[in-house]
């Protein structure tokens, strides 16, 4: 009897501390803000970029369609509020472009890749 005691005991308190890691987690306004800038600073390089000629206008097209993707994925995602998960997806692909966009400006050769 008691063994079936001690497993009732056991159950409800990991039952109870459910509510409390089940808690959604709730993004900051200001780091909505800082995603959505980053993304549109991203969109901006990628112009500025092609405009002084260190990138091809094909190498800027792929990049702004790869922009262009996140942006999608962030409208997606905020429909139903960010979880961490999300924001650390947005954030790794703004920064993957970033580096892609920093490698094509430094390949000089004007093709994808």
Not at 59 to 80: F, K, W
Not at 93 to 105: K, M, S, T
Request: proline fraction near 2%; avoid cysteine; charge should be positive.
């Amino acid at each position: 009897m008691r063994k079936f005691m001690l497993s009732i005991v056991v159950a409800s308190t990991a039952f109870a501390a459910v509510p409390a890691t089940a808690q959604t987690w709730r993004l900051q306004p200001t780091v909505r803000r800082e995603i959505q800038a980053d993304i549109n600073q991203l969109q901006r390089r990628i112009d500025r970029a092609q405009q002084r000629g260190t990138v091809s206008n094909r190498e800027a097209t792929g990049l702004r369609r790869q922009a262009r993707s996140v942006q999608q994925m962030y409208n997606r995602y905020g429909r139903n509020g960010f979880s961490r998960s999300e924001v650390a997806q947005l954030e790794s692909q703004v920064n993957r472009i970033r580096q892609e966009l920093r490698l094509e400006r430094r390949d000089w050769d004007n093709r994808r890749g």
